[in-house]
């Protein structure tokens, strides 16, 4: 566990990166839509997605961690044991504080009507329909699918290089396309809707952490012959 610490102290020797970055990002994003929402001369609630935004860069955030700090790290002797508990811990940690405080930001704005133009960037409809911990598993699970993607991906890279991550994305585009002309021919869209509409965030945060589980073997048992 102590190496593990230290890994997470190392990662973080670039501050900015980790911690700065996604603030940043968060609050341009939330001050462009609040400016948008005082633009639309309309009295109903509106809705953004701009809170999306450093969903996406934690993905980013997990491929630097592997592509920028692994190989420092071997070179420190570091096992690659250590380095995944470490690196995976640091992120479940951010993800905890970005998650707070997409959870402080929906109260406030419920408190102040929306920051006084009526305009919701954290309690998006859904999302935050249901209890408080439900909105938190969904987003909690929701920063650390996208981080173990990012970091999936650069391990996949570092194993197999150029073209090992080629033939990941075209067979991962061809997955899908599978699994979609399946639901075509069989006619299971409707099924496959009515499923989605029952689901809440809760359940969907519970599915995307059964997810998660999976891609992190699968990203561990990777980062084990991955070349630094």
């Known amino acids: 566990m102590s190496k593990a610490m230290a890994v997470a102290r190392m990662q973080l020797v670039t501050k900015?990166?980790?911690l700065g970055n996604p603030l940043v990002i968060l609050a341009a994003a939330f001050l462009l839509s609040i400016a948008i929402f005082a633009l639309i001369p309309v009295d109903e609630p509106k809705f953004g997605g701009g809170s999306q935004a450093p969903l996406w860069y934690f993905m980013v955030l997990g491929i630097q961690s592997m592509t920028l700090a692994?190989?420092?790290s071997q070179a420190l002797s570091v096992s690659r044991r250590?380095?995944?508990l470490g690196t995976l811990g640091l992120?479940?940690?951010l993800a905890v504080a970005?998650?707070?405080i997409y959870l402080l930001g929906g109260i406030v704005e419920r408190a102040t009507n929306g920051w006084g133009v009526n305009g919701f960037f954290f309690a998006l409809p859904w999302v935050a329909d249901g209890p408080w911990y439900g909105t938190?598993?969904?987003y909690f699970t929701i920063m650390m699918f996208m981080f173990i993607i990012g970091f999936w991906f650069a391990t996949i890279y570092k194993?197999?290089?150029t073209i090992g991550m080629l033939i990941s994305l075209i067979g991962s585009a061809a997955?899908?396309?599978g699994i979609v002309a399946l639901a075509t021919l069989n006619q299971w869209w409707g099924s496959i809707g009515f499923w989605f509409v029952q689901q809440t965030p809760l359940t969907m945060g519970a599915w995307a952490a059964a997810l998660c589980v999976v891609l992190a073997g699968g990203s561990y048992l990777t980062l084990r012959r991955a070349i630094p």
């Open 98 to 100: 970005m998650t707070a």
């Open 91 to 93: 992120f479940s940690v």
């Open 159 to 161: 194993r197999w290089g």
């Open 82 to 84: 250590a380095f995944y």
């Open 70 to 72: 692994f190989p420092f």
């Open 16 to 18: 900015w990166t980790y």
């Open 136 to 138: 938190a598993v969904f």
């Open 175 to 177: 997955l899908l396309l």
